[in-house]
């Protein structure tokens, strides 16, 4: 009997191709692959921007036992109001106290607690936010101290690759998965850090692979030739899946094995 918890983790869901995609594999996955545990990250879910109620739900029903965001999250203006009624969609836990929503949340599996964070990072990314690094380490302390959770992810959205791979070297040990988000271009750098936390740099997306990060082509390229704005729609074609596969250890909450998951779908 396999007692590690497996989680699958999807990277950041743009517009309607994204989700239909996922809505399409996730049942599939959950059976191949035994995956006990799903995180989906929905920053984009709603045509490109942010996430809609409806849209939370919707992921939810379909399998997500969490829904991460991003620097998206208030572009949807409904959200705001679905927080107080829905515990398991995250925006990043760094923004000042009273703002609407967590950045964390606990959830009873069949193998033991499991703990979602998200932070957003502050580099090159707006809206600036309190300290990440202060706020993570912080968060997994009381975590794993005053709640006795042992299994812990987080989504670190966030630009730079030198912040995120800091401060999943930072929380080494603390936490059971660091994976970050945010730029839609999955690395290639996946491995367990010397005291037993997955690591990722970016997870990757979840949308049209024929695309600029999900979006038309011509109208980005049209943007960066001319500097004039535009709209940038979302792309059509066959849809790419990324995200990663992690064991963790219920135990000790160490990630026992982590892969990159990296699927196109051929529908649109």
Known sequence: M?????????????????????????????KERSIDFVIVNGENSAAGRGIT????????RAGAAVVTTGDHIWDQAE?????????????????????PGSGS??????????????????SFIQPPLENPFVWAEKEAL?????????????????ETTSEKIAIGRMLDGLVSVVCGTHTHVQTADERILPKGTGYLTDAGMCGPDDS????????????FKTGLPTRFPIAKGPVRLCGLIADIDPETGHCLHIERYDHLLPIA
């Not at 109620?53 to 939810?60: G, R, S």
């Not at 606990?106 to 964070?117: D, N, Q, R, S």
């Not at 009381?142 to 812990?152: D, G």
């Open 2 to 30: 396999n007692t590690s918890l497996r989680i699958l983790f999807l990277g950041d869901i743009v517009g309607e191709p994204g989700r239909k995609a996922v809505h399409h594999i996730l049942p599939i996955l959950r």
């Open 53 to 60: 109620p409806k849209i939370a739900i919707d992921l939810l």
């Open 79 to 99: 959200i705001v109001d679905y927080f107080p009624t829905e515990p398991r969609l995250l925006r990043p836990g760094n923004y000042p106290e009273g703002t």
């Open 105 to 122: 949340v606990i959830l009873e599996t069949p193998k033991g607690k499991i703990a979602v964070m998200q932070a957003q990072g502050r």
């Open 142 to 158: 009381r975590l794993r101290e005053e709640q006795n959770v042992k299994m812990i992810f987080l989504d670190f959205h966030a």
């Open 212 to 223: 600029v990060l999900g979006r038309a082509v011509d109208s980005v390229i049209w943007r």
